[in-house]
Each structure stands twice: as C-alpha cells, then as structure tokens.
C-alpha cells in the first residue's frame, strides 16, 4: 500500500530560525516527490517538485531534499518568517496516483 | 496566466438545496480534480477528468456530480448534502505527460463549503 508519512506533525519556532520538516514514503512505481505550502482555508502552493534523479532543490528560502535509495526527503526553511505558518503537505506520485501525507503544521512564532 | 480560479469562494447551504462549484483555468492543462478537504486534513482525491472525460471517481456519493463542459472548465453539481459534507473543496489542474504520469498539480483557492 503506497504511504507517506510526515513528521513531526505541528512544530513550533521563533522567528528567524531554522527548521527541517521530514517526509518519509514508501510509493512504487515512484515518479516525482512535491512539497506544498497551505495556509489555512487555501489551496495548496507548490514549492518544490522532484524526480528521481534530483538530490535537492530550492525555491527561494525552502530547499527541499531527495534520497530515493532511502525514500526520504526534508524540506529545509531558512530564516523563517511569520508567514511562514502554515501546513506542509509532501505529495508523492506514482505512474497515475498521488499519495499524500498528512502534513506538518508549522508555525512562527515572533 | 498559472492560476485555478474557483467560484464562490463561501458556500451555505441547506440540505435540500441544489448548488454548483465552478473551477477554472486557462493554463491549457487537459487534467483537471476535484479534492475534498476536512479540517487538519489532508485533501482526498474526489474526481478526476482527462480530455474531458471521467477517468477516476474514488467512490464519491452520488450526491456529488461532476462535470466538464470544456477543456477550461470543472463543475461540481451539488444536490441533497448532508452535514457531514461540509468542508474545503479544491479543484486542481495539471497537464498530462505524454508518456503517462502525473505532472505538477496547480491547485485553486477552494470552495468553503457549509450544510446546514
């Protein structure tokens, strides 16, 4: 049964930290590994998306991370901001399906 | 334009009530979703259109009918709801690769819906 599991589930830090959010899967055939942000009662954002072949990946102030051996990813969050706060959703993709996890919740504190 | 838009933003409605969600894009994205999403959850795949066409429907109620008038448009058509029914619908877009697979999903804004 293809699964994503994410951790931790909420985490709180203060304001100009850093943070690592973990994304563990066990999908086949695997395709590609996505990173959404959600603010709360919006639709998801994506951030980062990556293939097998891809180890990392940035966009902006979030660099998401890949080890397909491990099946194992992060989404590491420099310097973070209030608006920051949010859900983060790992999504994983098979040849025709998405599995999603159930997020991480972060929020930033001031 | 890369964006899904999504209309009404709010929706109240009573349990005999018959109501439509509209999803759109103009991104030229052949696959288009509808999700439903309960608070602090992740959203559950509802209904998938390829070409216009049904091409998955994870056991949704028939309550809940979806429709797909071009390759711009998704509707949801909603009719005899029950409480339960209430939550965050999103609609998402994505192209669809030549040799199979998902590509990056655009997702909109949502449908707030409430049943009373």
């Known amino acids: 049964k293809n699964q994503v599991e994410q951790s931790p589930q909420s985490l709180i830090i203060l304001e100009g930290k850093n943070c690592t959010l973990q994304c563990n899967y066990t999908v086949s055939p695997f395709s590609n590994l996505r990173w959404y942000k959600q603010d709360t009662g919006r639709g998801p954002v994506s951030l980062t998306i990556m293939t097998f072949s891809e180890n990392t990946k940035s966009n902006g102030r979030y660099t998401a991370t890949l080890d397909a051996d491990t099946k194992q990813s992060s989404l590491h969050i420099t310097a973070s901001q209030l608006s920051d706060s949010a859900s983060y959703i790992c999504?994983?993709?098979?040849?025709?399906?998405?599995?999603f996890g159930k997020g991480t919740m972060l929020l930033v504190s001031p | 334009d890369t964006e899904v838009t999504q209309t009404p933003k709010h929706l109240v409605m009573g349990m005999t009530n018959k109501k439509s969600l509209k999803c759109e894009q103009h991104?030229?994205?052949?696959?288009m979703y509808w999700y439903k999403q309960k608070a602090k959850k992740p959203p559950e795949l509802m209904f998938v259109?390829?070409?216009?066409?049904?091409?998955i429907n994870e056991s949704v109620p028939s309550r809940f009918s979806p429709e797909c008038p071009n390759s711009s448009l998704l509707n949801l058509h909603l009719h005899a709801l029950q409480p339960e029914d209430s939550a965050l619908y999103l609609c998402?877009?994505?192209?669809?690769?030549?040799?199979?697979?998902?590509?990056?999903?655009?997702f909109g804004p949502g449908t707030r819906l409430t049943v009373l």
């Open positions: 998402a877009s994505s192209q669809l690769k030549g040799t199979g697979g998902i590509d990056e999903q655009f």
């Open positions: 259109y390829s070409y216009e066409k049904l091409s």
């Open positions: 999504v994983v993709a098979g040849y025709s399906t998405l599995t």
């Open positions: 991104m030229g994205h052949r696959a």
